[in-house]
């Protein structure tokens, strides 16, 4: 091996399919097709930091600095590819391999095992897919939204040792199986306590313990806990905890059952090792209800010390502390969660009235305030029920709340949404940061600090917080949905179409989910499935929104780039906003599509004036790439405090 600079280093091979067979057939169309490739892929290969090492022919040899960068942008020119073969006679495909070894440079060429081996393994991707080693699959098996499957024996020529090779499968939604998601030791659920009492009507008792220990514990920083969403699936207690284990990612688990009896209550709880399959601790208090807290706090105390996780002051202070001294305000607490968790419009309104006898019970309660808050808020984006009343009381309980506890972390990202809705951007991503630090197991404020990041195109740091979010809560449709946001709004849908995908899996009945799915397969060209998408969503929608079937008609026409279909249907759409689906901002940008600027920025206008939040992704919209120098946009992205972003 030539002497010069060492470094670890990812290395892409490609090559075009059947491209010597094409020379001889047709040499000016081979090489007009070698010319398509070529101004495909290296655009690609910059916008990923790879770096083009020399071309061989129809072959690239790039180095990229990481596993996960290669692989995104092999994943992205697959995409790039099935867009640009759509209705073609003649395809062009392309293979991939990508390795993960050291390399030497020399002469600004690199040489090196990891190198030969990225050659080897790109044959292997036969039907113009993409090929990955061992090395690569094992760094970007959890940070990517597709599947991979194990080749079985691969041929290697002259490579002398075993190297195991998966097949990158862009189509097809990433497994929730153990072996894609490994078990971190430190990473908690707790699983749904059981009501063991003869009255279903103390279940609040059992799910309110389940809750509230997710946030005690969630107080200890070294410990991630899963989130509420994602465990309250398993409370039927149909698997086995390893399985459970498998599927949430997690080493350790939690569960128990509870037993009230007038004002006693008796708390059975154990934690297992669920990578060991062994039990790790038990223990059973006999409380009276006014205990309850108590029982948390040393629930947390006895997890931190099985984990060998050792509890600074600070964090124990937090672990005293109650949130209020009254039993009966904090069981009117627990009622207040148990029917706000179900969101149906009812449920809502009956924890409302819980939350308010429980603050009028301790005026010193801040949680419950919180609850008042998140009902409110509810009320506004779940049910469109007295937007600016319900956002004033919002704000209103939160302000309480964070008078009563300055240090809450679900009462400062409960503010930080509030100013991002307010336009005060610098505000909202202060009380973002303010959350995440005080609680960083808090789902919520991941999800929300990554809208606002992908708002203003800070891709990175969006991944990273979405990221954390989906490992908290992996199986909430929201941050899935917040996930396809960041992939939509970089316009890489090669790459998000798992995670739409993964969306409608986790909430098949939700029509935002559907549409959703059928943008990335507009945008991979792939119409058929597009409007299949649609068509269920719209059926989904229609008991709310009647009109919702002329979005989903609208939706496919302005995918399949049908201006005269557009037109037609635009009449029918202006006359039913707000009765249909993302209306308003959607008019705007159909007007932009065919062309009639004036109409559209008239129509950003009204979406401005009722304050939609999907208006703050204009930087990443699509339909205003001509229009980025209008004072009237740049006036727009002022008002929405996107200008200096």
Not at 278 to 307: C, F, N, P, T
Not at 399 to 422: I, M, N, T, V
Not at 604 to 612: G, M, P
Not at 617 to 630: P, Q, V
Request: hydrophobic share 40%.
């Amino acid at each position: 091996m030539p002497e010069g600079d060492r470094r670890l280093a990812a290395i892409m091979f490609t090559d075009i399919v059947g491209y010597t067979a094409m020379a001889q057939e047709d040499e000016s169309g081979a090489l007009e097709l070698l010319r398509e490739h070529r101004t495909l892929v290296r655009p690609i290969f910059s916008k990923h930091a790879g770096r083009e090492v020399k071309t061989m022919g129809d072959s690239f040899l790039v180095e990229f600095a990481s596993a996960l960068a290669a692989t995104e942008c092999a994943a992205e020119i697959e995409g790039e590819l099935r867009k640009l073969n759509a209705g073609k006679k003649k395809a062009l495909n392309v293979r991939i391999g990508i390795h993960v070894g050291d390399v030497v440079s020399e002469a600004g060429d690199v040489y090196g095992d990891a190198v030969n081996i990225a050659s080897r393994i790109e044959p292997l991707a036969e039907d113009g897919g993409t090929c990955i080693s061992q090395q690569v699959y094992d760094q970007v098996r959890n940070k990517v939204p597709f599947a991979f499957s194990r080749l079985e024996a691969p041929d290697l020529k002259n490579v002398s040792i075993p190297i195991e090779v998966y097949r990158l499968d862009l189509l097809t939604e990433r497994s929730r199986g153990p072996e894609l998601r490994p078990r971190a030791t430190r990473t908690l659920a707790v699983l749904p306590f059981a009501n063991m009492g003869p009255d279903p009507g103390d279940d609040y008792l059992a799910d309110g313990m389940t809750e509230e220990l997710i946030s005690t514990i969630s107080k200890i920083e070294e410990i991630g806990v899963i989130s509420r969403t994602s465990v309250m699936g398993y409370k039927k207690g149909q698997k086995p905890v390893r399985e459970i284990s498998r599927e949430l990612g997690v080493g350790t688990v939690l569960e128990g059952s509870v037993r009230k009896a007038g004002n006693k209550v008796r708390v059975t709880v154990q934690m297992i090792d669920a990578i060991r399959d062994r039990h790790m601790w038990a223990e059973s208090y006999d409380r009276g209800l006014e205990d309850v807290l108590e029982i948390q706090s040393d629930i947390a105390k006895l997890v931190a010390e099985a984990l060998k996780v050792k509890i600074l002051p600070h964090t124990s202070v937090k672990l005293e502390s109650r949130p209020t001294n009254s039993s009966e305000a904090y069981t009117l607490y627990l009622k207040g969660r148990y029917h706000w968790n179900k969101r149906a419009l009812e449920d809502v309104t009956t924890a409302i009235d819980y939350f308010k006898s429980a603050v009028k019970e301790d005026p010193n309660f801040a949680l419950g305030y919180v609850g008042l808050a998140d009902c409110y808020r509810v009320l506004i984006n779940n049910w469109g029920v007295d937007p600016p009343g319900n956002n004033e009381k919002a704000k209103e309980m939160v302000a309480k709340a964070l008078e009563l506890d300055p240090q809450l972390a679900e009462a400062h990202a409960s503010r930080g949404l509030e100013a991002f809705s307010d336009h005060d951007l610098r505000m909202a991503e202060t009380e973002f940061r303010k959350a995440t630090e005080l609680k960083p197991s808090y789902t919520s404020a991941h999800q929300w600090y990554a809208q606002l990041l992908i708002a203003e195109l800070r891709w990175d740091e969006a991944r990273q917080h979405i990221e954390k979010a989906v490992e908290l809560d992996p199986f909430s449709q929201i941050a899935s949905l917040v996930h396809t946001f960041l992939y939509e709004a970089k316009r890489d849908y090669a790459a998000g179409l798992g995670f739409a995908k993964r969306g409608v899996e986790l909430s098949p009945g939700n029509a935002g989910m559907h549409f959703e799915l059928a943008w990335f397969y507009g945008r991979l060209n792939m119409l058929d499935e597009a409007r299949r998408e649609v068509d269920r969503g719209a059926e989904l929608a229609k008991a709310s929104f009647p009109f919702a079937q002329v979005t989903a008609d609208a939706i496919v026409a302005y995918l399949g780039e049908d201006k005269r279909t557009v037109e037609k249907l635009l009449p029918e759409l202006e006359a039913h906003v707000g009765k249909t689906y993302n209306a308003v901002r959607f008019v705007a940008d159909l007007y932009f599509f065919l062309g009639q600027a004036e109409r559209g920025f008239e129509w950003l206008e009204r979406s401005y004036e009722q304050k939609e939040f999907d208006l703050f992704y204009l930087k990443s919209n699509e339909s205003l790439d001509g229009f980025r120098t209008d004072p009237r946009y740049l006036d727009l992205l002022r008002r929405l405090g996107l200008a200096g972003a």
